[in-house]
């Protein structure tokens, strides 16, 4: 299993400001992913990070509206740039570990945008 | 396009009783599948997986079924305890991808 904290577990921001999400992980791990859940939707993944690499992005995510960084392999970063209402969710950092693969969470991270 | 439906939103049973969770895919490629409950301000923990070369999985309480044929799979709890009380997502991958798929989540409520 992981130990991942996540930074903030919640804010409340500005339209058009930008928020920068800390992911920590209690041991090496070669992938990390991002992903949002919007009210009453389901998780979605927004990218892979790998480490020494650039992000992959999935589908409607580009890296000028969530830049990620991934310095080593126990941490990861996910900037929310220029806010909007719509972008109000709940952001999860996760891992892959174990043989099996399954996938381990932090707690979340939940914006609020006004 | 959906690719992992969970149809319910929600489900309430008595204490004790089975509680049934369905999920309904469309990609034929997918292989593996997972369930992941998920508490208020906390994140999703695993809770059970199954293998397309499987029909059935158990651990304790828990039972995975799945049906290939009709791209369909179920969870079931027994016997259902109020501290099962969570949202619980259906989840889905193929072709060797760490990458998941989610459904909506069907929040279960298990009342004393």
């Known amino acids: 299993s992981a130990v991942i904290s996540q930074k903030p577990s919640r804010d409340i921001c500005q339209r058009g400001t930008s928020l920068t999400i800390q992911c920590q992980v209690d041991s090496q791990v070669t992938m990390m992913f991002w992903y949002r859940q919007q009210p009453g939707q389901s998780l979605t993944l927004i990218a892979t990070a790998n480490q020494g690499s650039e992000a992959t992005y999935e589908s409607g995510f580009v890296i000028d509206k969530f830049p990620i960084s991934r310095p080593n392999l126990t941490f990861s970063t996910l900037t929310v740039s220029n806010m909007s209402p719509e972008d109000s969710s709940i952001y999860l950092c996760?891992?892959?570990?174990?043989?099996?693969?399954?996938?381990?969470f932090g707690e979340g991270s939940r914006l609020t945008v006004l | 396009d959906q690719q992992v439906k969970q149809n319910s939103p929600s489900l309430s049973v008595q204490e004790g009783r089975i509680s049934i969770l369905n999920c309904d895919y469309t990609n034929s490629m997918f292989d593996y599948f997972l369930w992941y409950k998920k508490y208020p301000a906390e994140g999703p923990t695993f809770l059970i997986s199954?293998?397309?070369?499987?029909d059935k999985n158990e651990d304790g309480r828990f039972t995975v079924f799945l049906n290939k044929s009709a791209k369909h799979l179920s969870l079931h709890i027994v016997p259902s305890q109020p501290g099962d009380s969570a949202v619980y997502f259906c989840a889905a991958s193929g072709q060797g991808s760490e990458k998941l798929v989610f459904g909506k989540g069907t929040k279960l409520t298990v009342n004393p």
């Open positions: 996760s891992v892959v570990t174990g043989i099996t693969g399954e996938l381990f």
């Open positions: 199954i293998s397309s070369i499987k």
